[in-house]
């Protein structure tokens, strides 16, 4: 009888810690997720990724709510995410600026190692930066733009979105493959920036795919694009490397994020869910129509690490170099 007795109060044990164990391959997501991106409400990106976490949410059959939280180049939201519960309920957006530039440019105070300080849960998407001069600027292509500056140290001025941002680097890693002295004029977000060129109080900008309108009025001149190949919406414009500088390749690339600690299953559903939005077809024709494509080299967990990594050690040397810093 007393035999019973135990077995019978284990099985009670077992089954009310089987009932409050969380079971994430089964529950998960059962309310709604919040989903913090980096910067202001309005560009071309933030607009992508509404769309992207929209359709996600379609999969997931739960809201997620998106919350911009601008601040510090990214690091804000960065923050949030980190020190949220790693339950999958709050997941952050990220760009390459704030998980490979700024950490390169401040080692010290902002160094992050992806799967150590957050889980990158995938890489989705990248854009190439489009270099445009101003209607002003004495320069009508890339050779002109570097014959320009040889002839003249010191004095070309291109703008970016900020320091320590995507055009930061573009910018920098620009003026080591053409060997040329660059005065760089960082503004808060590439909003300003853009004002500036058409204002003409710089010669020329690092900016995205939403200046083609602009070069298309003959209010600023395109020079070029920074990816491997040619835009698909702005293909008159050559890549860097066929203006003659070998290597000179960067891209803008997002993707999701959240915190150390999330279960394996739950990050498994969030990739699960935004696989299958990059998926659809009418989203990928969205995306592609404003200048982004399809980042396959980071689609999983295990490869969004590696590219980071992988980009930490290819730029590492161009930020040395440049001496960049957060001015």
Known sequence: MRLKQLISAGCIV????????????????????????????????????????QEASKILDQPIVFINQSGANGRLALDTVRRSEPNGYTLGIFTNGMLVVSPLIDPKNLSIEPGKDYIPIMVAIETPLVIAAS????????????????????????GSAGSGSGSHLGIAMFGNKAEIDIVHVPYKGS??????????????VFSDVGIKSY?????????????????????????????????????????????????????????????????????????????????????????????????????????????????
């Open 191 to 204: 909003a300003p920036a853009l004002a500036a060129l058409l204002a003409g109080n710089i010669d020329a």
């Open 14 to 53: 077992f089954l009310n810690i089987w009932a409050i164990t969380p079971s994430y391959s089964q529950a998960y997501p059962n309310r709604p997720i919040k989903m913090i991106y980096p910067f202001a409400a309005g560009s071309g990106a933030d607009t992508a990724w509404r769309l992207l976490t």
């Open 215 to 327: 070069i298309e009025l003959g209010k600023a001149k395109g020079i070029a694009v920074s990816g491997i190949q040619r835009s698909t919406e702005i293909p008159n414009l050559p890549t860097l490397v066929e203006g003659g500088l070998t290597g000179a390749t960067y891209t803008t690339w997002m993707g999701v994020m959240a915190p150390v600690g999330t279960p394996p299953m739950v990050v498994q559903e969030i990739n699960k869910a935004f696989a299958s939005a990059l998926a659809n077809p009418e989203v990928r024709a969205k995306l592609q129509s404003s200048g982004w494509s399809i980042k396959s080299d980071g689609a999983s967990s295990n490869q969004a690490v590696q590219l980071i990594k992988s980009n930490l050690d290819l730029y590492r040397p161009i930020v040395e170099s440049a001496r960049m810093t957060f001015d």
């Open 135 to 158: 209607s002003k600027a004495p320069f009508n292509h890339i050779a002109g733009m570097i014959s320009y500056a040889k002839a003249n140290p010191g004095k070309l001025t291109i």
